[in-house]
């Protein structure tokens, strides 16, 4: 038989050259090409997978279903032999060959010869016939030379192709920045995110994590592709997961099996969703790692070095839109706090003006009363009730002084305060209140603390309310401790001065709002002494720190920064 046939491929290149630049369509015509040349009963076109290792079945020609189903190592069968060893193979009697793998009982003949480019196997041309001896020297030639030709023409098709998915990416990618730039929900945003990551990326599961706000977990905050099972699963310990380690070390992992991997802990979540491996790059906003992009595939594969750095252009999108979201909703936010300020501002000046005018007709009514009383015999009962309105007039007297002196905003006076004086004298003005009362005071200032710049009275009174707050929260007694110390905050030197009681502790709700003017947790209280409290601070530049826990107490660090 002579080589009739080289322009079969020649002709099919003409008229089929937009085919042959799609991988697929490539490999079903140089087959078919292929069995018609060879007069084959059946064929098949085999590339080995790079990430499981198999010799996998791209295209096929007659072959059952079991068949196509059916996947060799390299070495492994007749098809196996030539991967590994790059050489080609004809036998006309399959029956006397040891090394062949049955999948067709009717087969005699096979022929199979490499499919090389840049001088390594990617995979094979594979003819069968049913006949004993159908292939000569000549259709292995002939098929030898397809092969060469087809590896030409798979190559350009698979550089087309990933121009193709280039082009995909980058419109994608274009997609979503002007998506991060007009949208403003951050939970929309990141719902966007994982939906284009999981298309872009063709994967079983994109989710987004973020760190909470001590650092320590990782939330799932978004999913696309997972079932209630995985968007419900508890949060990840940033210490001890995988995840965790992403963004310890605020580099790409990737795993080719979770289920093999040791640092990978929800192995029975993964296996239920049909989750093999997985690619996680961390997202980063500046110097700071915000976070992990997750996306896993249903089969073991192998993330290419492009992959790794699509995911990471990805998670770096998605940092920027996490930012802006968090960005817009504390501008919101601050807004809310400006109008509420300007509300309270007003208030404040409301209040002020009704105190001030309130004042005046209540020292005449003060004095005529305390006159009144003077001139009257009264019994036992009458005496004590007219006490008691002199004892509230008296407390509406101190209550209008603190409304006030709220109001006045004095700016402080600033002299050198030692600390351990400061807290001796105000110890001495509540030592008798705090004794009848059963309080304990520990006294504990470090040697040799330098002086600091504030106006002492102000100093005081800020002290003397947080006192007083401390008895009132200790009613059968307890342990007061008053400290003064050297400590750094945020770099700077600073000295701190301390009131710390065993009460009863506020909630979370309560320390939030602790500051609020004319809010009160008390039945007797004004609600204006803490708001005082930070008025005092803000106008030192200084700043006021809260631990409290319901049942344990609480304490209040005030911090005045060193010249």
Known sequence: MTRSNPTLFS???????????????????????????????????ILINPNSGFLDIEASHNLSERAKKVKLRPGEGLTGWVAST???????????????????????????????????????????????????????????????????????AWEVDQLRLKDRQLTSLVNIAQMIISETNPDEILEQV???????????????FLLNDDGSELILRACHGGTDSYRLKPNLITEDSL????????????????????????????????????LAVPLIFG????????????????????????????????????????????????????????????L??????????????????????????????MDTTSQRDAELISEKMRQMNRILDQVLSFARSSEPIKELV???????????????KLQQQGIEVRSSVAEGLPPFRADRAQVEQVLLNLILNASEAMPQGGILRLG????????????????????????????????????????????????????????????VQIDSKLGQGTKFKLFFPLA
């Open 243 to 278: 995840m965790g380690s992403v963004v310890k070390r605020r580099k790409p992992i990737a795993v080719v099996d979770v289920a093999e991997e040791k640092g990978y802990s929800q192995t029975d979540i993964a296996r239920k969703e049909r989750l093999v491996s997985m």
């Open 484 to 543: 003064a110390a050297q400590e750094d905050l945020e770099g700077v030197p600073h000295i701190a001065l301390s009131v710390r009681d065993n009460g009863q502790g506020m909630s979370p709700d309560q320390i939030a709002n602790l500051f609020a003017p004319f809010l009160t947790y008390k039945e007797s209280g004004t609600g204006i002494g803490l708001a005082i409290v930070k008025k005092i601070m803000e106008n030192h530049q200084s700043k």
């Open 418 to 432: 030692h600390s351990e004086q400061l807290i001796d004298d105000v110890f001495l003005l509540t030592r008798h």
């Open 11 to 45: 002709e099919l290149r003409r008229k089929d050259l937009r085919t042959l630049l799609h991988p697929q369509k490539a490999l079903d015509r140089i087959l078919a090409a292929a069995v018609r040349s060879t007069r084959a009963d059946s064929g098949s076109f």
């Open 194 to 208: 994982t939906k284009q990551t999981f298309r872009l990326m063709k994967s079983r599961l994109c989710s987004v």
């Open 287 to 346: 110097e700071k790692a915000v976070g992990v992009l997750a996306v896993y595939t249903h089969q073991r594969h192998r993330f290419s070095n492009d992959e790794i750095k699509l995911l990471t252009t990805l998670g770096d999108l998605s940092a920027v839109a996490i930012e802006k979201g968090r960005l817009l909703a504390r501008v919101v936010d601050m807004e809310e706090k400006l109008r509420a300020s300007e509300r309270l501002s007003a």
């Open 348 to 377: 404040g000046l409301l209040a002020a003006e009704i105190a001030h005018e309130i004042r005046n007709p209540l020292t005449v009514m003060q004095m005529l009363f305390h006159a009144l009383v003077e001139t009257l015999q």
């Open 86 to 156: 790059g050489k080609p193979l004809r036998t006309g009697d399959v029956r006397k060959e040891k090394r062949y793998v049955s999948i067709n009982a009717k087969v005699r003949s096979e022929m199979a010869v490499p499919v090389e480019m840049r001088g390594q196997v990617v995979g094979l041309l594979n003819v069968d016939s049913i006949k004993t001896n159908a292939f000569s020297a000549t259709d292995e030639a002939r098929l030898i030379d397809m092969a060469s030709e087809a590896a030409q023409w798979l190559e350009l």
